[in-house]
């Protein structure tokens, strides 16, 4: 179904920044072995242990022409990706990579709340709405307007032992 992205590499940049958790970086390797071969200039940051605002201070300081790596947990990759635009990264020039568990929103059909669920879920499984306590079957639709996928009430009123 969903499928990890794998990181492409993006030619012809005059720095690339790499940015990751330690799994990210590992799947970025390949990538940083390119531009090392290659002799283009380039910087490699654990995020691990670095705090946001540094990170931030450091985006900003990059020329034009710089290329853009970010390999997180999903998690915290959206923090991150938003860190990023606002330091002036476009989708041109940055590339997000997600690994790990990735947790999605199901709208509620009935309250309109948002519940959390495992993206492995996405399409089969049925969740229950964390407001309401509507048994909600998730589908694939995606509503960009929402931000969320929707979940659509269930015809099975079986068993419910809450
Ligand atoms: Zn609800």
Known sequence: MMTEKQPAFVTGKRKYLFCGDHKGLE???PIIKKVKKENISFEVVYLGEKEETDISMWMRNQKMGTFLYIAMEWSKLENFKHLAVECGFSEEE???IGHGVRMIDVFCCKCHQKTKIDS???????TTCSRCHLKLSVSDHYS???GSYLGYATLDTGSDHR
């Open 94 to 96: 940055a590339q997000f």
């Open 144 to 146: 960009p307007l929402r």
């Open 27 to 29: 799947r970025l390797t």
């Open 120 to 126: 492995e879920g996405l399409g089969k499984l049925l």
